[in-house]
């Protein structure tokens, strides 16, 4: 699945081997830069469906996002930036470390090239039955996300048309409305690619899933 942007934006340095820790960047600048302070100062009630993350991908295909090591370098001491195996960085911005101009320091030297981009997401609700306006409501939710904030969103964001959700193993998602069950199986890849019905919305039905998704993508297809 493709993800909704990646953006050349910032640049790590790899390799065939890891280096010494070496500075990379200011914290507050990549903050900055991916406007994660506006996202966060929205009401909660404007993005409690959605949740924004960066991602980091090395240019080097031989070289795997978990190999990547970002550290914030700030006055009270360190602090790790957790990456997922597949390249994906949470952060919520840390007012103090912004003050202080902290710094992020990498593992990665200046001769290997990582670029760094964002993308959206649906928060999952708790267990395996949602109401459907819960998830399917993420979509909407993010467009107006990205409508309000502008800047770099509204620029390079296309609109989200659907919620990709990944599965483990082969699954299927079952919506109970009025008119009947309409029931959606994974594909070869393991995805469930849902677009949201506006009747649907209205009605608000049950959602079972037959075991957690390991993602829920906000896609542009």
Sequence with gaps: MKKILLLPLLYLGSAAALAEEREWASYAKLVDSFKLNKFYAAPLSERDKVNLYLTVTPKN????????????VHAAGRQALPITADGKLYI??????????????????KSEKV?????????????LQWQ?????GSV??????????AGVYS???????SVSLKFARPAQ?????????KLYSSDADGYVRLTPDQ?????????????????????TK
Excluded at 140 to 149: A, E, P, R, V, Y
């Design 132 to 136: 459907y306006a819960r998830l399917m």
């Design 140 to 149: 909407g939710q993010g467009n107006d996300l990205i409508k309000s904030q």
């Design 61 to 72: 295909k031989a070289i795997k996002p978990s190999e990547l090591a970002l550290t914030v």
């Design 173 to 181: 998602v079952r919506i109970q409305c009025r008119h009947g069950v």
């Design 155 to 161: 620029l390079f964001m296309p609109t989200l048309k």
């Design 199 to 219: 009747a649907l919305l209205q009605e608000n039905p049950a959602m079972l899933v037959s075991e957690r998704p390991v993602e829920a993508e906000l896609d």
């Design 92 to 109: 919520v911005p840390n007012r103090g470390w912004i003050k202080e101009d902290a710094k992020i320091w990498t593992n990665m030297p």
């Design 115 to 127: 670029s760094v981009g964002f993308g959206m997401e649906a928060l999952l609700p708790e267990g």
